[in-house]
């Protein structure tokens, strides 16, 4: 048996100290079921479609969705094909879980005691669930192809392009009045959808980025990241420091996998954004019985049966048994009265799992040994902006993506349709990348990564590139830069887009009224909690855009789409949000909204005269721009407020380098995303670094550390990445063998 330490901080971050990689995962997995045990169960009962049993008969229709999806089957699968590495360093996860278990660690955590539940012994296959499961939250866009759906079922397949300007007008090719219209199963999508989209929030957006040693103020290249996503407490993210011979490295990891997901070890660092490729497509199934009774599914070659499975699951009294139905598209994810389904391709459901592929990036050498883990990525699809000591810099594109016949992905396509089938994947040699570029730096913002473009169609959902812009004249703004420049980078709030539109607005001949006027004159373009201009300039925006479409005779219900609102409640967003900024900076540009100013700025003083006055200086974007944590047990009447954690005015938008979204079309003061994890990494020392989080270590409400980092990371501070005194000491003996 080999001995294993943990040595905490006194933030609760640990070191892991093993005589080699299987020890530290079985520290990895002892700390995260110490630390955050509620969170793995949450993600290892989601993955498998079992809510139910933690949380009731309200996750019931959540758990039915993910049943069809299969993330659990699929892992069980993944596990027979792990190579003998992969599966040492799962099974001492597992061990690592159980260990804790063992010790009674369940009866720690306040959610078990108030739900009575008592979790299982962890098997490796749950670790490669939850990464399916974490590949899907990252992936999913397949909301914005029913909302397209939708908009061209409201206003006809020839107008919805003339509304989104950076989108093919051939996009639309399978579009209400060109193609089928599987409206009831829509619907039914819909519903299940909502059902899982209160309990687990999707989406993300990041940034990222690099400069060269010849760029650095120490000479050694420079890294920072900042992953956004929906906050939540505890975040996503457990900070953890793992020594072994030979091998240092500290970053952020996620519980239920083994491994740094962004951070830095000796030699290299990185950092990933979600790449917002097209991972996912809806397609349209006809369905019929054959005549010996089985489900048959229209091909382009014809009729061919339609698969499935039975699976039971529940809670106490409340039981459901479920048909899953599965074409070789993917699960049906909806089927309709008539003859119309829904099914699902997705990348997370199609492509295999290396259970210790983040381990290989722990152990990297350099950046060529980073490319060679970003080649071997699979999901979900991101991209790896990369440094090295030796001087190396880099950004590359990594997962599969699919390659398709013909047209893209951007609505449901008919089933039948060959031109529509997903052909191959993407060769990752094909996906775009840049390394050592002459100008000294490297960026991602989910961008369209165009300064390492490609042949390959990648999709059409990407972004506006306001934040990548701002990332790049930083970084081409002074020919050297140091770590502290890169911490105030992250938290930089200027926004570009927000000062053309108050230049426009000043040109406009509106007659605004002088104590309005003056503070959006001397506005100097940061979206500070503080800023009564930027908080004028953040409403009149949406209004502006409201305007148009209803001037343009559209309905509220369809205006909401384009401004960004989900398809439904739970799911709060659909792509067109990402693009809003984009589609208003065009139309100025082309007198768009020349007619709908004044009705735009009226509008935008009733809104703030109705929550902060007629007086201009009241109107400060943090007043109705709030901070709020998820967790889903925050809704529950009294003791949920243990769960909700701390609200606070909040800065920033959508565009701003410090992202802090909304919910759309106007919901200011419900969070969209925000930065969760900041690390700014100086390869000049090899143990170094700043990296700090959103909530703490701690998943227990009662624990010290449940939220002792809120109030760095609010201010914008950081806490050092190298070891530092340890306060405890948790020593381990590592049993070999099965788990």
């Known amino acids: 048996m080999a001995e294993v330490e943990l040595a905490f901080d006194r933030y609760g971050i640990p070191e892991i100290a093993a005589p080699d990689p299987e020890g530290l995962a079985f520290g990895l997995g002892y700390a995260h079921a110490a630390d955050r045990l509620f969170q793995l169960e949450f993600h290892r009962l989601a993955a498998a479609g079992r809510l139910a049993e933690l949380l009731g ?46 010790e009674g660690g369940a009866a720690a955590a306040p959610e078990f005691r108030l739900l009575n539940h008592d979790p299982d012994p962890w098997h ?34 020839v107008r919805p392009p003339e509304l989104e300007p950076f989108t093919a007008p051939e996009a639309y090719g399978y579009a209400p009045g060109r ?64 020594r072994a011979p030979g091998l240092w490295a500290a970053g952020a990891t996620i519980p239920g996998l083994f491994g740094i997901v962004i951070g830095r070890n000796r030699h290299c660092a990185w950092g990933v954004t979600v790449a917002f490729a097209d991972t996912q497509d809806l397609f349209v199934e006809e369905v019929k019985p054959g005549p010996d009774g089985r489900l048959l599914a229209r091909t382009a070659e014809g009729w061919e049966p339609v698969s499935f499975r039975v699976e039971a699951f529940g809670a106490g009294g409340s039981r459901r048994r479920e048909v899953c139905w599965e074409t070789r598209r993917g699960p049906v994810v909806a089927e309709g009265n008539g003859r119309l389904w829904l099914s699902l391709a997705a990348s997370a459901l199609r492509a295999p799992v290396d259970g210790g592929i983040l381990y290989r990036l722990l152990a990297a050498e350099g950046c060529a040994d980073l490319a060679a883990v970003v080649g071997a990525w699979t999901l979900p699809a991101l991209n790896f902006v990369v440094a090295d000591a ?86 081409a703004g002074r020919p050297r830069h140091s770590a502290e420049d890169f911490a105030a980078y992250q938290q930089d709030l200027v926004s570009e887009p927000l000062r053309r539109l108050r230049d426009h607005l000043l040109r406009a001949d509106l007659s605004l009224p002088r104590p309005l006027r003056e503070p959006l004159a001397r506005w100097d373009g940061t979206v500070r909690a503080d800023s009564a201009a930027a908080g004028f300039l ?28 989900g398809v439904h409640p739970f799911g709060p967003v659909n792509g067109f949000a990402g693009r809003l900024t984009g589609f208003i900076m065009a139309g100025l540009d082309r007198g768009r909204f020349d007619g709908v100013l004044g009705a735009a700025l009226e509008r935008t003083r009733a809104f703030w005269e109705g929550r902060a006055g007629a007086d201009p200086v009241g109107w400060r974007w943090g007043r109705v721009h709030r901070l709020r944590f998820f967790h889903p047990l925050g809704a529950l009447p009294g003791i949920g407020r243990l769960w909700r954690g701390p609200e606070a005015p909040l800065w920033g938008d959508f565009d701003t380098v410090a992202q802090a979204s909304f919910l759309p079309p106007a919901a200011f003061d419900a969070t969209g995303w925000v930065t969760t994890y900041r690390q700014v990494v100086d390869l000049a020392r090899p143990e170094g670094g700043r990296w700090v989080i959103n909530t703490g270590q701690s998943a227990n409400p ?32 590592f049993p070999a063998g099965p788990p």
């Open 124 to 157: 490796p296959v749950d670790s490669l669930a939850v990464g399916r499961l974490i590949g899907w939250t990252l992936s999913v866009n397949w909301e914005t192809e029913l909302t397209r759906l939708e908009l061209a079922r409201r206003l006809g397949p």
């Open 390 to 475: 030796a001087g190396d810099i880099g950004y590359l594109m990594g997962g599969r993506i699919p390659a398709r016949k013909g047209l893209g992905g951007a609505v449901p396509a008919p089933a039948w349709d060959p031109e529509a089938a997903w052909d191959r994947w993407v060769d990752p040699d094909r996906l775009p990348r840049l390394l050592n570029p002459p100008v000294g730096f490297v960026f991602s913002a989910n961008e369209y990564p165009v300064l390492a473009g490609t042949a390959e169609y990648l999709g059409a959902d990407w972004p506006d590139p306001y934040r990548a812009a701002r990332i790049q004249a930083l970084l």
């Open 179 to 242: 193609g089928p219209d599987p409206a009831e199963a829509r619907r039914r999508l819909l519903t299940a959808y909502a059902a899982l989209g209160a309990l687990l929030p999707a989406g993300a957006a990041s940034n990222a980025w690099a400069v060269s040693g010849g760029r650095s103020a120490s000479g050694r290249p420079l890294l920072a990241a900042d992953p956004h996503l929906r906050p939540q407490i505890p975040c996503l993210w457990y900070l953890a420091r793992l």
């Open 57 to 102: 008969p309200p996750a019931l229709e959540a758990d039915r969705f993910l049943r069809r999806l299969g993330l659990a089957r699929r892992a069980r699968a993944d596990w027979e094909a792990q190579s003998a590495d992969a599966a040492r360093l799962l099974r001492a996860y597992a061990q690592g879980v159980n260990a804790r278990l063992g």
């Open 702 to 733: 009662f624990s010290p550390h449940y939220r002792d980092q809120f109030g760095v990371w609010y201010r914008g501070g950081y806490l050092p990445m190298a070891p530092g005194r340890t306060v405890r000491r948790v020593r381990l003996r």
């Open 538 to 565: 953040e409403v009149f925006r949406v209004e502006l855009a409201r305007a148009y479409f209803e001037a343009a005779g559209l309905h509220r219900a369809t205006v909401d789409l384009l401004l960004g609102r």
